[in-house]
């Protein structure tokens, strides 16, 4: 059974620059995956941060990006703020079974 | 402006029945895949079924199959999950969502629903 995997938990410094990643246990993450990323805060809806790699939703800061980096889907956030501190879900367009596999989420601490 | 509006979440005993509603407006609802996502207090997110823009196709995760049922209806742009024999690990806010792919994925406030005896 595919699993997406992603990191438990993540700190950065208020101002840095932090990448989260989203890969796969068997093979690797390529654009035909559709990665896209999911920001949810405590009590809140998850929010559409960037899809198809690498666009961003609409009204999303340009300091999230989205690429691919090495085998793996990436979420880079910029100059970290202390409201980004919260919970990221990966997700990966399956083209067979379950077409939406979902990662465990990254929490995001900013300290 | 794209919404998502659940309803029908609730207090429901174990073994018992629940249909969800989602009212989708603001896109082009029949030529989108939907999908109900579920987050149990404390967890992460689960895609619990996904039925195909045209409705000849659905999925569903393994811990419902057999027991919950979704269904939608192009004419009235609304997406419905029919869950029977209810259990208490099905106790979670319910989330109707369009899935991200080449546009914008699109996600409901969500519904609760707690079975619980």
């Known amino acids: 059974q595919t699993v997406v995997t992603q990191e438990p938990s993540v700190s950065v410094s208020p101002g840095g620059t932090v990448t989260l990643t989203c890969g796969l246990s068997s093979g690797s993450v390529s654009t035909s995956y559709y990665p896209s990323w999911y920001q949810q805060t405590p009590g809140q809806a998850p929010r559409t941060l960037i899809y198809?790699?690498?666009t961003r939703s609409s009204g999303v800061p340009d300091r999230f990006s989205g690429s691919i980096l090495g085998n793996k889907a990436a979420l880079t956030i910029t100059g970290a703020q202390a409201d980004d501190e919260c919970d990221y879900y990966c997700?990966?367009?399956?083209?067979?079974?379950?077409?939406?596999?979902f990662g465990g989420g990254t929490k995001l601490t900013v300290l | 402006e794209v919404q998502l509006l659940e309803s029908g979440g609730g207090l429901v005993q174990p073994g018992g029945s629940l249909r969800l509603s989602c009212a989708v407006s603001g896109l082009t609802f029949s030529a989108y895949s939907m999908s109900w996502v579920r987050q149990a207090p404390g967890k992460g997110l689960e895609c619990v079924s996904t039925m195909r823009d045209s409705g000849d196709g659905t999925y569903y995760a393994d811990s419902v199959k057999g027991r919950f049922t979704i269904s939608r209806d192009n004419s009235k742009n609304t997406l419905y999950l029919q869950m029977n024999s209810l259990r208490v690990e099905d106790t979670a806010v319910y989330y109707c969502?369009?899935?991200?792919?080449?546009?914008?994925?699109?996600w409901g406030q969500g519904t609760l629903v707690t079975v619980s005896s």
């Open positions: 997700v990966l367009y399956m083209h067979s079974g379950n077409p939406w596999l």
């Open positions: 969502a369009k899935p991200a792919a080449g546009s914008p994925g699109y």
């Open positions: 198809s790699t690498n």
